[in-house]
């Protein structure tokens, strides 16, 4: 038997690695009172937040797990408890599986680490990320090197499915706004001949890139920039800018922040386009991108958004004709708008 290559669609594998997020997350819930909370009564998410003692950002979050899993709704934007859970995940029904469920509770890393979040509203010290070294635009080679191969990893069905959207035909030069290893680079240089794309990083990246790009034989094509995209201009020139898994590391205010700096860099016509995973317009799922929204709650400041969160940081830097599409790479969406 051989070995096959990447495929364009990678969902179960990314169901395979989010659902060891399910359990904690229904028993955090538990020890906090989220269901008991609920059952009787259908509250908003500063409501509950307010009568749990919890971070209302944090909750937020963990509610679309729940839903995900089906053992909380949101109906008009208040939250009750479903018949699972008031059968099964009330303390006080007769059906109580608390018992069972937090069995390990005590010993499970996970479980603590999203308490911990709930308490705080912050991400755990002991779930490391390297959000502070992107921000200041330093990080070690060694952390650099494993942080590129992780991202390379995720991302190789999505870089596909992206190089086969329509629109890139259309595009002479994109710039890869934190690019990370050049994966969706070098996927669009191979898809389009006539493509030049730059990947912007921060110094130690763009030396891991250049190791990808080296190898995967496109540096005719793809090259990289160091550029701290918070503190720096962005290079100009560019068609469009594409960001990949960047705004949902972020606070809706840097959000706001590099939307702005893609709009003053951007010529008129250019276009910005957003590549993420995007929460149902009423939060309550897809069960895996609500969990990838609880990765992100762990280790950066973000989360995973709605396409109409999305849309509201590009039109309030000044973006035109936004629009979003499932791109066929797993459970990926691009929103993309234009300058006018």
Known sequence: MSVLPPTRDDRQIWDLWTASYHLPTVTVADEVGTFAALSGQSLDTAQLAHALQ??????????????????????????????????????????????????????DTLHGQLLATLRTGQKPDSHHSAVNEWERGEMPAGLAAMITAYMNAHSRAAALAVAEQPLFASLGSVLDVGGGSAIFSIAL????????????????????????????????????????????????????????????????????????????????????????????DDGCGPLTTACFSLLMLLGTRGRQCTYAELRGFLEAAGFVDVSAQTTGGGYYSLVSARKP
């Open 54 to 107: 919890v971070d209302a950002r944090a909750l937020h979050i963990h509610l679309g797990v729940l839903a995900g899993l089906g053992f909380v709704e949101r109906r008009e934007g208040r939250w009750q408890a479903t018949a699972a859970a008031r059968t099964w995940l009330h303390p006080q029904a007769q059906g109580y599986y608390g018992p069972l469920l937090h069995r390990h509770s005590a010993r």
């Open 189 to 280: 240089a191979r898809a389009q001949a006539g493509l030049a794309a730059t990947v912007m990083e921060i110094p130690a990246i763009c030396t891991e890139a250049d190791a990808y790009i080296a190898a995967a034989g496109v540096a005719a094509q793809v090259r990289t920039q160091a550029v701290n995209m918070f503190t720096e201009d962005w290079p100009t020139g560019y068609d469009a800018h594409f960001l990949s898994n960047i705004l949902h590391d972020w606070s809706d205010a840097t959000c706001l922040l590099l939307a702005h700096k893609s709009f003053a860099a951007l010529p008129s016509g250019g276009r910005i386009l957003l590549h993420e995973m995007l929460m149902d």
